[in-house]
């Protein structure tokens, strides 16, 4: 992948928690994929803007990156500005647990602790992407994950792990 500079202020998204080496991994992995095109896609719980950097140098066309941390939207925009993607990504600040933005995009991440994402598994508005890159969930935790996913309709591409992170691909069918 292109170069990334990062001023991660404060802000958690360095790239070195395994989780977020996971998701850049997927990342990577599936924009190069020629099976599943991705133009569109949503990082959910930004950060530092860092995925949704990665996904506009990966060729991504429209990426929309949330968080619910006004600091942490002010990092992202800046970091998107010092890579030469602002016009491609879209930073809103938003509280996921009161407002799901639009899924009916291509891709989304998110590495999410496990109770927004169980929250995020319940409604079914998150349900409209065609694939899904979820991570910052430990082993212990998946158990609790897999009984919250929809019963049918989602198919398994990928689980992995990373010291004792974990990160799933899902394909909405």
């Known amino acids: 992948a292109a170069d990334i500079v990062l001023d991660p202020s404060v802000i958690f998204g360095s790239g070195f928690h395994p989780s977020t080496r996971l998701c ?7 924009t190069a994929s020629p099976e599943i095109a991705i133009n569109t896609a949503l990082d959910l719980g930004c950060g530092t803007g ?5 996904a506009a140098k990966q060729g991504v066309q ?3 990156a949330c968080d ?8 992202a925009r800046a970091n998107c500005q010092r890579n030469g993607v602002e016009d491609r990504v879209t930073v809103l600040e938003a509280d996921l ?18 109770g927004l994402m169980q929250e995020l598994f319940e409604n079914p508005d998150f ?18 994950l897999l009984a919250a996913l929809p019963q049918n309709g989602i198919t398994f591409l990928e689980r992995k792990r990373n010291d004792r992170w974990c990160s799933w691909v899902l394909l909405r069918q």
């Open 24 to 30: 850049l991994e997927g990342l990577l992995k599936y």
């Open 50 to 54: 860092l995925l949704a950097i990665a």
């Open 62 to 64: 429209r990426i929309t």
């Open 68 to 75: 619910n941390n006004l600091l942490a939207c002010q990092v």
């Open 97 to 114: 647990r009161r407002q799901c933005p639009d899924t009916r995009v291509d891709l989304v991440m998110a590495n999410l602790y496990k």
């Open 127 to 144: 349900w409209q992407a065609k694939l899904y890159l979820l991570s910052g969930f430990i082993s212990g935790m998946e158990e609790d």
